[in-house]
């Protein structure tokens, strides 16, 4: 059976973890092989090359935004990057390989950096395209960072696993992001290798300018189009449940087990990371199942989420919140029948 898998960077941080729960749970030989991974970067990691995504404090990305030197932070960032790696010597990371990898990765980066920023200070480009672009240069350094390393453990312990750029380093040719896709599997035998796939795929769309942070999981959509497996599974660091455990206590919840697309395009509307909508929908529309698990808990079939799942009694499947809601109260007797008052209230607040 091909899946199509991805793992989030919390996961990927617990990289022990993953190789026993995700790698090797009740898997040996063949039964190895027939999955696709896509990796996000190590936790943290993308916070330090754009911004910390909680706090807003700012990475790599904005010191070439706001014309500051970047070169004392890109130093910085192979010096921690480097450190990273040591937590996986032990899984059998060649460190030497590894620590020169990312070192080369990021001296490359810089390179194209200097470019862009040269370029940027002739005031004869659109500024918006320039930081967009060093915004995507930034970003594919996490996740070739980690998928590389992943798949290095992998062949270190004797498993065939074929590490797949989609950054496009080094590569010229005006791709779109599904067309580097069908390029980069092309010539895969998926049953006599693992695929770690990089959760960043250039593009002449530019994967970022729509989804941002969010483009690990448009990847992973993309891919399980293209291959069309039987199952897509995201591997998080706790269920989806019916409420969030951390707000109400693990005890007064559990995982959903079964539900539908448009629950989850419902949830991730709100903000509750199931899977981003634009994400979802080619996987809906391809008839492509998915399945979210913990990656903590190997043994629990997690929550399956299809085109047609319908409950066998009427119930509140999830709780959840925002505090980002406003209501306004509007009261005004002539609007009743007025034709285009709902507009003219809209125009007011948008």
């Known amino acids: 059976m091909l899946t199509v898998e991805k793992i989030g960077g919390t996961s990927m941080t617990a990289l022990h973890d993953v190789l026993q729960n995700i790698i090797l749970f009740n898997r040996t030989g063949e039964d190895l092989y027939n999955r696709i991974?896509?990796?996000?970067?190590?936790?943290?990691?993308?916070?330090?090359l754009l911004e910390n995504k909680k706090t807003g404090a700012p990475g790599?990305?904005?010191?070439?935004?706001?014309y500051q030197d970047f070169h004392s932070a890109l130093n910085e960032l192979i010096i921690q990057l480097q450190n990273l790696n040591k937590n996986y010597v032990d899984l059998g990371l060649d460190l030497a390989i590894a620590d020169l990898f990312i070192e080369k990765r990021v001296r490359d980066a810089q390179s194209y950096l200097e470019n862009l920023v040269n370029i940027l200070s002739s005031g004869y480009v659109s500024q918006e395209g320039i930081l967009q672009a060093a915004r995507e240069i930034l970003a594919s350094i996490g996740e070739t960072h980690s998928a590389f390393n992943f798949a290095n453990i992998l062949q270190n312990k004797g498993i065939n696993a074929t590490c797949i750029d989609l950054s496009g380093f080094d590569d010229p040719r005006s791709y779109t992001i599904d067309e580097r896709i069908k390029e980069a599997f092309k010539n895969i035998d998926f049953s006599k290798t693992v695929c770690i796939v990089t959760g960043y795929a250039k593009g002449t769309e530019g994967i970022m300018r729509e989804f941002d942070r969010g483009y690990s999981e448009v990847t992973f959509s993309k891919i399980a189009v293209a291959v069309n497996p039987q199952e897509a599974i995201i591997h998080k660091e706790y269920h989806l449940c019916t409420a969030d455990p951390m707000l109400v206590g693990i005890d007064q919840c559990k995982p959903v087990g079964f539900t539908n697309y448009d629950v989850a395009d419902q949830l991730a509307?709100?903000?509750?990371?199931?899977?981003?909508?634009?994400?979802?929908?080619p996987l809906e529309i391809n008839?492509?199942?998915?399945?979210?698990?913990?990656?903590?808990?190997?043994?629990?079939?997690?929550?399956?989420?299809?085109?047609?799942?319908?409950?066998a009694e009427k119930r509140v499947e999830v709780i959840t919140g925002t505090d980002k809601v406003l209501i306004i109260d509007i009261y005004d007797p002539l609007m009743v029948g007025s034709v285009g008052s709902d507009?003219?209230?809209m125009q007011v607040f948008y």
């Not at 509307?269 to 929908?281: C, L, Q, R, V, Y």
């Open 343 to 345: 507009l003219q209230i």
């Open 37 to 48: 991974f896509v990796v996000s970067a190590f936790s943290g990691v993308t916070n330090l």
């Open 287 to 311: 008839g492509i199942n998915l399945r979210i698990k913990n990656t903590f808990e190997p043994e629990h079939p997690g929550t399956l989420i299809t085109k047609d799942y319908i409950s």
């Open 60 to 66: 790599v990305y904005h010191l070439i935004a706001n």
């Open 269 to 281: 509307d709100i903000g509750m990371e199931a899977i981003h909508p634009k994400a979802s929908k």
